[in-house]
């Protein structure tokens, strides 16, 4: 098992920053990429960043949902087991409850929520205008 606790959410004026931070524990050496989602009131849970990695860390990619990309920055410290995600140039559009996820298959894709094994409790993004 693997247990995700999310950080770093909060109320932000639009054109504001924030960081979520994703820690993981237990068995995260059995995980090959980790993403964050996102889901507003009344639609359904969207992807937003993934991060994957070689089984060795010798390389990565990155993956962005085209509302975010060019504000959005996905980042992961392997000392720390933490996933990050750094929003900037945020906008009222992007408030919703931001999910931490991983995934422990090699394959498959990485922006759906059924290809994730484990999930975060969530932490509540909010863009004032």
């Known amino acids: 098992q693997v247990q995700l606790v999310e950080s770093g959410g909060g109320l932000v004026q639009a054109g504001g920053s924030l960081r979520l931070s994703c820690a993981a524990s237990?068995?995260?050496?059995?995980?090959?990429?980790m993403g964050w989602f996102r889901q507003a009131p009344g639609k359904e849970r969207e992807f937003v960043a993934a991060?994957?990695?070689?089984?060795?860390?010798?390389?990565?990619?990155?993956y962005y949902a085209d509302s975010v990309k060019g504000r959005f920055t996905i980042s992961r410290d392997n000392a720390k087991n933490t996933v990050y995600l750094q929003m900037n140039s945020l906008k009222p559009e992007d408030t919703a409850v931001y999910y931490c996820?991983?995934?422990?298959?090699?394959?498959?894709?990485?922006?759906?929520?059924?290809?994730?094994?484990?999930w975060g409790q969530g932490t509540q993004v909010t863009v004032s205008s």
């Open positions: 991060f994957s990695w070689s089984a060795l860390n010798a390389y990565y990619n990155t």
């Open positions: 237990g068995r995260t050496f059995s995980t090959y990429a």
């Open positions: 996820a991983a995934k422990d298959r090699v394959s498959g894709s990485y922006y759906y929520t059924r290809e994730y094994d484990y």
